[in-house]
């Protein structure tokens, strides 16, 4: 099993900065792509970010050019670096992990097999 859990959510001001974590533990060694998905107040869960294992990066149009993400495979975490935030980025964010062999495009959720419980960001105005 792997246990995903976010950490770094919080309350900025718009034009801000934040850097989220996704702590995996366990059977680490089966993650093979991971991604960031967030879930706003009455709207579904949307994909964020995600990437490969590879090392190949995808961005969602709405945060392209804010929001990076990238991964520390030594210590087993994954990270979103916030910029720039807008009001509208406001949401729950969650990471996932997947264990490979899934046809899905990284940018579905049906892809990806472990969620964290997510982590609240609130970007004021």
């Known amino acids: 099993q792997v246990q995903l859990v976010e950490s770094g959510g919080g309350l900025v001001q718009a034009g801000g900065s934040l850097r989220l974590s996704c702590a995996a533990s366990?059977?680490?060694?089966?993650?093979?792509?991971m991604g960031w998905f967030r879930q706003a107040p009455g709207k579904e869960r949307e994909f964020v970010a995600a990437?490969?294992?590879?090392?190949?990066?995808y961005y969602a149009d709405s945060v392209k050019g804010r929001f990076t993400i990238s991964r520390d495979n030594v210590n087993n975490t994954l990270y979103l670096q916030m910029n720039s935030l807008k009001p509208e980025d406001t949401a729950v964010y969650y990471c996932?992990?997947?264990?490979?062999?899934?046809?899905?495009?990284?940018?579905?959720?049906?892809?990806?097999?472990?969620w964290g419980q997510g982590t609240q960001v609130t970007v004021s105005s």
């Open positions: 990437i490969v294992w590879s090392g190949g990066r």
């Open positions: 996932a992990g997947d264990r490979g062999g899934s046809s899905w495009p990284v940018q579905s959720k049906a892809r990806y097999d472990t």
């Open positions: 366990g059977r680490t060694f089966s993650i093979y792509n």
